[in-house]
């Protein structure tokens, strides 16, 4: 089946870094990805959406300068999370749309990130 | 704005019962998906259902879609330890933000012996 990709898997950063993950559909092209982020014990929250060559759509209450996404390619998306705060430790999981694949939706393995 | 309901948001079943977990979802929808998700892991697709009266099993578990009532079922027979997971139903927020999916609250389900 189609598989998408998340890296890193996890990543520990200092107060006021940045850090990016990334997000790769590895056998199809995915015009269409979606970044949710998820609290320990609740459930996923939509942040963004992200199309090829567009800037990102983001929902209400995300910040987008906090939150850079980049959609390069069909096969490629990036959230990077800017000067980053122990309040922005969370899972972070992003998902692709696989239009040639009747418009399924594949999640990637998610990506823990802990901001000390 | 697409809702979803999820319920129960618990449920501690014996091994060998049978249950079933509701979904109900605000506005129209073409598509809905279950979710299983294991803790500190990210999310393993179950079903994707397409239509209305559609219905897909898969070992202990059968989903079920009413587009009508914008409702889908998770049915659990004869329970095993190893079905313990949170379930996540998902509608597609059709018209949306290019469909993406809205996620209900989960259902953490404890199978015990």
């Known amino acids: 089946g189609a598989v998408v990709s998340q890296h890193p898997s996890r990543v520990i950063c200092k107060s006021g870094t940045s850090v990016k993950i990334e997000c790769r559909s590895l056998?199809?092209?995915?015009?269409?990805m979606f970044w949710y982020r998820q609290f320990p014990k609740q459930s996923l929250m939509l942040m963004a959406t992200?199309?090829?060559?567009?800037?990102?759509?983001?929902e209400q209450g995300v910040e987008k300068d906090k939150f850079l996404i980049n959609h390069a390619s069909l096969t490629l998306s990036t959230l990077t999370v800017t000067s980053a705060h122990p309040e922005d430790s969370s899972f972070y999981i992003c998902?692709?749309?696989?239009?040639?694949?009747?418009?399924?939706?594949?999640f990637g393995e998610g990506s823990w990130l802990t901001v000390v | 704005e697409l809702k979803v309901e999820q319920n129960p948001l618990f449920l501690s079943m014996q091994e060998g019962k049978n249950y079933t977990i509701y979904c109900n979802y605000s506005?129209?929808?073409?598509?809905l998906y279950w979710y299983r998700q294991d803790p500190g892991k990210s999310l393993e697709s179950l079903f994707v259902?397409?239509?209305?009266?559609a219905v897909k099993q898969e070992g202990r578990l059968m989903a079920s879609l009413d587009t009508k009532a914008r409702l889908s079922t998770l049915h659990i027979t004869a329970a095993v330890h190893d079905l313990s997971a949170t379930y996540f139903c998902?509608?597609?927020?059709?018209?949306?933000?290019?469909?993406?999916?809205?996620f209900g609250k989960g259902t953490k389900l404890s199978v015990k012996p």
């Open positions: 998902s692709a749309r696989a239009a040639g694949l009747g418009n399924t939706i594949y």
């Open positions: 056998d199809f092209q995915a015009t269409t």
């Open positions: 992200s199309n090829e060559g567009s800037k990102a759509t983001y």
């Open positions: 506005t129209t929808s073409d598509r």
């Open positions: 259902l397409l239509s209305n009266g």
């Open positions: 998902a509608p597609s927020n059709y018209g949306g933000s290019q469909g993406n999916l809205i």
